[in-house]
């Protein structure tokens, strides 16, 4: 009876350990919006579907997402299969590019303008280029799970500093040359017309 009462009271708190089990990087969380999804046929790389019928429906590439935060944009690329990658570079021809086999997950089906939870991990930007592209290392709660994370790869760009000037004087010049069609013409060169009127204004 014993030896019952204590095989019944480490089952419950076994159970009630794995209940209270959460995402390892719930703490380091942010929130982006999901701002688009897209497939690349890359040439190199091929979407498993979660069954054979899923599989022939997928149009074949990688899918990456785009999300958007108040300091810059991450491209998150689809998880990698690592088992199937591994077996097509054990078993691609000397001096070929072996496929990249990624996996379909939660994010192909989640609409556009969607709060996303996620963690990253990303390199330090070179000093003398602060602004060029990084990469990172991603964490995503699984929504059907209250433990599992999905970890994939991709790169995050910093917002650039600017007011869009160099893009106007760009349009200047070519103002009243003859070369813009006449809708773009209307539309950029009455933009820069109105420029000089409101800064004399202020």
Not at 74 to 97: C, D, H, I, L, W
Not at 105 to 110: A, K
Not at 190 to 196: G, L, V
Request: charged share 20%; glycine share 8%; aromatic share 8%.
């Amino acid at each position: 009876m014993k030896n019952v009462l204590i095989a019944v009271t480490f089952l419950a708190l076994a159970g009630s350990a794995l209940a209270q089990k959460t995402y390892n990087h719930a703490s380091e969380y942010q929130v982006a919006v999901l701002d688009e999804s897209t497939r690349v046929g890359t040439g190199t790389d091929a979407t498993l579907g979660k069954t054979q019928t899923d599989a022939k429906l997928d149009g074949g590439g990688q899918a990456f997402h785009f999300l958007h935060t108040d300091h810059g944009n991450y491209r998150v690329e689809a998880p990698v299969n690592k088992g199937m990658s591994f077996v097509a570079a054990m078993a691609a021809p000397q001096g070929t590019t072996p496929v990249t086999y990624h996996n379909k997950w939660f994010l192909d089906n989640v609409p556009a303008g969607t709060n996303v939870l996620f963690a990253a991990r990303c390199g330090k930007p070179n000093k003398k280029h602060p602004n060029d592209v990084v990469r990172c290392e991603f964490w995503f709660p699984d929504p059907d799970s209250t433990s599992h994370e999905y970890r994939t790869l991709g790169d995050f760009t910093v917002y650039l500093v600017g007011d869009g000037s160099n893009t106007q004087k760009t349009a200047n010049a070519l103002c009243g040359t003859g070369k813009l069609n006449p809708e773009t013409e209307k539309k950029i060169c009455s933009a820069a017309s109105t420029a000089p009127a409101e800064e004399a204004a202020q």
